[in-house]
């Protein structure tokens, strides 16, 4: 007896289960271009720092642009919301695990300084560093003008899952195409998986979208709300949806891939799979500038009803300079990321990170352990 179909189920992958193939020409490392646009602004690196208050504060973000990249901070986090955040982060950092969440919760629930957001906004941009900012739909409208006024460079609009489309009785929702006609600089939005909503935000006029609900090392959406899509199937159908916009529009939107990649070879695969950009998170809370000082934890850990987010301890392994120039001192690719992405787009016959999109990409499960026996039996794999 057959059983009607309900619904059909397709297979979605992740770092883990696939592999670039080898171009049939390489290039020169040295001569490839890396270089990200998003509108009408250009960073040398195709990197950014996830809006976490555990990676960007003003130093870092300063530091980072220094070297090409671009840190977001988090405008309803600890920086804004005290007027001496390190303290608090102190206090964050030296909880016990079962005081943490509680910590968290009573730490996030103080009010959103106005007068704070400039401040720190400001100090980034005098000390020579470009800046974006995170901020939520609920309070975009009251912190973006503050944002825009201090001289912020790129607004992103950052929640669990985002649409083009919100329905409430209760409120209106952030209209994305409203917001971008209102503020004179690029509107970066997150985050989003599937191809549907997010050629619908690229319709609304956005210049960059961030792909990932879950993948963190920091978050537990995954496991407290069953919702996500692995990084490279996410990546893959957001990045045909920017082809589709492109050909209705002739306009480029970005794609910037967030969340879980731990060393170059998952960020290469990023790129391959269609990605402009990643969004780094614990990768940089292991750097020495990281504010968490080897902790770090996800924006939703504290959620006063809901957290979907954990404090976890990555350590720290080295400078932000060895993480992204090296010359590296370990070999598990978690340094001297700009090395590792300039080798991948030669080996792949790539000049460019737009050329990287066309790499063959196989489904391959046993990419990290084929050949690896010794590398596993000394826990190294």
């Not at 309803?76 to 695990?97: K, M, W």
């Not at 002739?250 to 910037?256: F, H, K, Q």
């Not at 960020?267 to 969004?279: E, H, N, P, T, Y």
């Not at 968490?292 to 939703?300: K, N, P, Q, T, V």
Request: proline share 5%.
């Amino acid at each position: 007896m057959s059983i009607p179909e309900f619904k059909s189920l397709r297979r979605a992958y992740g770092f883990d289960e696939i592999a670039l193939v080898p171009g049939d020409v390489t290039v020169n490392p040295d001569q490839t271009n890396i270089e990200l646009h998003i509108d009408k602004l250009t960073f040398p690196l195709p990197i950014l720092a996830a809006a976490m208050d555990a990676v960007v504060n003003p130093s870092f973000a300063v530091a980072l642009s220094k070297f090409g990249g671009l840190a977001v901070l988090n405008l309803e986090g600890v920086q804004t919301r005290y007027a001496n955040p390190s303290e608090v982060l102190q206090h964050i950092i030296s909880a016990t695990p079962a005081e943490v969440t509680p910590l968290l919760q009573k730490v996030y629930s103080e009010p959103v300084k106005a007068n704070l957001v400039g401040d720190r906004i400001r100090s980034i941009k005098q000390g020579g560093g470009n800046i974006a900012v995170s901020v939520t739909p609920q309070l975009t409208k009251s912190l973006a003008p503050l944002a825009v006024e201090a001289g912020v460079d790129i607004m992103v609009v950052q929640s669990t899952v985002t649409t083009a489309r919100h329905l409430s009785k209760s409120y209106k929702g952030l209209v994305f195409s409203e917001l971008v006609s209102s503020i004179p600089i690029p509107v970066v939005v997150g985050n989003c998986v599937s191809y549907g909503a997010a050629l619908e935000i690229m319709r609304t006029g956005i210049a960059g979208l961030l792909v990932g609900v879950g993948p963190g090392a920091a978050c537990t959406t995954r496991e407290v709300l069953g919702v996500g899509v692995p990084q490279v199937t996410a990546t893959m159908d957001c990045a045909a949806a920017r082809e589709q916009y492109l050909k209705e529009s002739g306009r480029y939107v970005a794609i910037i891939t967030d969340g879980g990649m731990r060393n170059g070879g998952d960020i290469c695969k990023a790129f391959a799979s269609g990605a402009d950009a990643v969004m780094l998170g614990s990768i940089f809370a292991q750097t020495e500038e990281s504010p968490g000082h080897g902790y770090h934890w996800g924006m939703a850990t504290s959620h006063t009803a809901l957290p979907r987010g954990t404090r976890i301890k990555v350590g720290m392994t080295g400078r932000l300079e060895q993480t992204l120039m090296g010359p590296a001192t370990v070999t598990d690719g978690s340094q001297n990321l700009v090395g590792a992405i300039r080798t991948a787009l030669g080996v792949c016959g790539a000049f460019t990170i737009r050329d990287m999109h066309k790499t063959e990409i196989v489904v391959a499960p046993a990419i990290k352990t084929e050949g690896k026996v010794f590398q596993m039996s000394k826990g190294q794999c």
